[in-house]
């Protein structure tokens, strides 16, 4: 991998589904119904299913292995947690487009500032990582 | 009604062991559209051990956490190395700070995900937004 200070990373758009949170649920053990029953989500106040904060924030890893061309090359990784991504009940989904930046390359790694966004509107807050040098 | 003050710096019991098998690995892989490729897991796949970490603390009757209540404000990873499969992993969660803010409970948690031979893999750090009665 060879990525310089200033380099733009290649965007990349995901779409999640309903479908896709009901598989997440099952393989992260976050079963809370908030992201997948229509009536729990707006009962407290949510406009409708949400995806997982921590499915959003693979989604910007997914991204991170894609620009460092193998697995395994994240030494950190965070953000907040700030706007929710509304999953609609069709086939269609919602589109996740996660960006990046190089901002310093160290001895400890290149370090990523990130976005993550939905329907133009950031949905992550400082969203960073770095990857192995 | 917020969660008592004393939660602060507390620490709670390692997790029980939780081993990596692949058909784990490639499930959490698929169902984040992630390539699991044989080697490391998908750099976010550690929050299954932290989450049962922070599950066991907002279930612990002691803390007086309402489940529903809470909701995943920030989280950060640092990794050692990557968790690869056949991995034996425990998580120990530490509350390292505690604010209230507007009726809020904010609580700061750090969780040392460790191997089999206790040698350091990944520290999840997560904040817990614990939204009291009329917030």
């Known amino acids: 991998m060879s990525l310089s200070v200033g380099d733009e990373l290649p965007e990349q758009t995901y779409t999640v589904t309903r479908a896709a949170l009901v598989r997440y649920a099952g393989a992260s053990g976050d079963f809370n119904p908030i992201h997948w029953s229509q009536r729990v989500a707006t009962s407290v106040g949510l406009p409708g299913v949400i995806a997982h904060g921590m499915y959003t924030l693979a989604l910007a890893a997914r991204a991170l292995d894609t620009w460092a061309g193998a697995t395994g090359q994240v030494r950190e990784l965070s953000c907040k947690f700030t706007k929710p991504v509304v999953v609609p009940d069709d086939e269609t989904g919602v589109e996740v487009v996660v960006r990046g930046t190089v901002k310093n390359v160290t001895d400890e790694g290149v370090h990523i500032a990130l976005e993550v966004t939905s329907g133009g509107e950031k949905v992550l807050g400082m969203p960073k990582a770095v990857l192995r040098a | 009604m917020a969660v008592d ?131």
């Open chain 2, 5 to 135: 003050a004393s939660l602060a710096g507390r620490t709670f019991p390692p997790t029980p062991p939780y081993t990596v098998s692949e058909e784990r690995v490639a499930e959490f892989a698929r169902a984040t559209g992630s390539t699991y490729d044989g080697h490391a897991a998908p750099a976010t796949f550690p929050i299954v051990v932290a989450f049962a970490a922070m599950t066991a603390l907002m279930e612990d009757p002691s803390v007086g956490i309402a489940l529903h209540r809470v909701v995943h404000g920030d989280q950060r990873f640092t990794y050692t190395r990557p968790v690869v499969v056949g991995d034996v992993l425990t998580a120990t969660l530490t509350v390292d700070s505690l604010r209230q803010i507007g009726g809020a409970d904010i609580i700061g948690t750090r969780s040392e995900i460790t191997d089999a031979e206790g040698l350091p893999v990944c520290t999840a750090f997560a904040t817990l937004v614990h939204r009291g009665e009329d917030a």
